[in-house]
């Protein structure tokens, strides 16, 4: 049998309910207990049976919480109306310490609130099977324990099965800084949840949700750590001005932009969003959504136009902890996403009037800045040009 046929055929083989082991098993014990099922075999198939195959009691006993957990919470979900918060984390907090008794962890929580389950999220939270993390979630949004939702999309505990009802339910409940925290936390986002959260901070009101403070707070704490950083002499001269180029660019980010706005430099500046998935997310956009991102990209090449000197800190996260700074668009980033909405509704743009004149503006502003691209390459040709005569007539000096 060829190795093709053999991965074809366990392919095929019906295996064990994923409910069972939803966890991530502690697979290196087990492997090494593994022998071979025959010492001398003459079959020459390129996959041999082993035999000693079992399940480490630890990871029997954590799996077997889980499903007994799971059951619990699911039948006490089913009477909403005598189920509350209380309860919720008194099972939870059981669960979770009998997880840390199998493993030693030191995590231990002394009162039932979101402060001691958040901690222990942080450190067991790896241990919860898959349906059971979908089950928290869910108990989460249903009794607003919005503290322990954070916990679990920061750590990465948020399955991607059960993704696009957690974006619709935060929609729902108007949680913009969890939505966000999606954004960033959450590996691979489709298409179409993109594009709910996309819509969701186009059409936002004005202060039309509370947890939006936590947005403004955010980049407002990253811009007066970055001045201090800038003038902070302990920090030597190279992570100085690291710190005075991350000043400037979180300057821009934040001054002028109201804090829908600053929810969209997540969006614009993620990595999961590749031009394919903002190209389909445009496309489903109404026409006040369009204007409103128009005017929002028209904010960034006016900042550009004005502050040429601005560029990515991409040391500035790890030298510095200036985390905010990877989630600053780049120019590149607001001239793709100018790009994809005028290839996607040309027609809309050119036939209604009311686009006309921040067309116009754009334009004026693309010009000066393509202008200014031009001098900037003649002068870095002539600047390598210089480079190579220097090395020339130092080397025949030599």
Not at 66 to 79: A, D, E, P, T
Not at 161 to 179: D, R, V
Not at 265 to 293: F, P, Q
Not at 335 to 341: A, D, F, M, P, S
């Amino acid at each position: 049998m060829s190795l093709l046929e053999v991965i074809t055929k366990a392919s095929i083989t019906p295996t064990t309910s994923d409910e069972n082991y939803s966890i991530v098993l502690n697979s290196e014990p087990v492997l090494l207990q593994l022998k071979p099922e025959k010492e001398e075999d003459d079959d020459v198939s390129l996959v041999k049976r082993g035999t000693g195959w079992r399940l480490l009691s630890t990871d029997v006993e954590v799996i077997e919480l889980g499903q007994s957990f799971f059951k619990n919470l699911k039948k006490k979900m089913k009477k909403p109306n005598t189920f509350n918060k209380d309860e919720f984390f008194k099972l939870l907090v059981s669960y979770m310490t009998e997880i840390r008794e199998k493993f030693g962890d030191s995590v231990h929580a002394d009162r039932l609130d979101e402060d001691n389950i958040v901690k222990m999220i942080e450190k067991l939270g790896n241990f919860m099977g898959r349906d059971v993390k979908g089950l928290i979630m869910e108990a989460c949004v249903v009794l607003e324990t919005w503290e322990v939702l954070e916990s679990l999309i920061v750590n990465g505990l948020v399955e991607h099965s059960g993704l696009s009802s957690l974006i619709n339910n935060l929609i729902e409940k108007k949680q913009s800084w969890l939505l966000l925290l999606c954004v960033k936390h959450v590996l691979d986002i489709q298409t179409y949840d993109m594009m709910c959260v996309l819509k969701y901070f186009l059409a936002l009101p004005k202060n039309g949700d509370s947890t939006l403070i936590n947005v403004r707070k955010e980049w407002e704490s990253q811009a007066m750590s970055a001045i201090e950083k800038a003038m902070d002499m302990s920090l030597g001269p190279i992570r100085m001005d690291i710190a005075r180029d991350a000043s400037l660019l979180l300057m821009l980010a934040h001054d002028g932009f109201s804090v829908s706005e600053m929810c969209l430099h997540y969006l614009l500046a993620s990595r999961n969003v590749d031009e394919v998935i903002l190209g389909a997310c445009i496309s489903k956009l109404t026409g006040s959504e369009i204007m409103v991102l128009i005017l929002y990209l028209q904010k960034w090449l006016n900042k550009y136009e004005r502050f040429p000197q601005v560029c990515p800190c991409p040391k500035a996260p790890f030298e510095l902890g200036l985390k905010a700074c990877e989630w600053v668009p780049s120019l590149e980033d607001i001239v793709k996403c100018l790009g994809l909405v005028i290839d996607e509704h040309f027609s809309s743009l050119v036939l209604h009037q009311e686009f006309h004149g921040e067309l116009i503006s754009l334009d004026e502003v693309v010009d000066s800045l393509t202008a200014e691209a031009k001098i900037c390459g003649i002068l870095s040709n002539l600047t390598e040009a210089l480079k190579r005569k220097h090395k020339g007539i130092a080397g025949h000096a030599a």
